[in-house]
């Protein structure tokens, strides 16, 4: 069965980085672009960036664009969201999505 696997999150200190995973299997990762999401309490779940299915052309949202950094592996069936000068409004839980399959999510918290 199609399983998408986050991981990465955790409390990090305002202007810190993070990098999220996303491993996949049971689909053709290689014919799918990929995206990050995220949700914080009481807010709806947004699309942070987006990746083409070969990795030649990304997106971003515009509150996180010049800080994230949406790449992905197609040997490894992985996705990644390097994310940088981390802000408190970054706080939400990131999800990973392919087509109509979500991951868990993994938890980011930006605190001092």
């Known amino acids: 069965q199609v399983r998408l696997v986050e991981s990465g999150g955790g409390l990090v200190q305002p202007g810190g980085s993070l990098r999220l995973s996303c491993a996949a299997s049971?689909?053709?990762?290689?014919?799918?672009?990929m995206r990050w999401y995220r949700q914080a309490p009481g807010k709806e779940r947004e699309l942070v960036a987006s990746i083409t299915n070969s990795g030649s052309r990304t997106n971003y949202a515009d509150s996180v664009k010049g800080r994230f950094t949406i790449s992905r592996d197609n040997a490894k069936n992985t996705v990644y969201l390097q994310m940088n000068s981390l802000k408190p409004e970054d706080t939400a839980v990131y999800y990973c999505n392919a087509h109509l399959w979500w991951g868990q999510g993994t938890q980011v918290t930006v605190s001092s």
């Open positions: 049971g689909f053709r990762f290689s014919n799918y672009a």
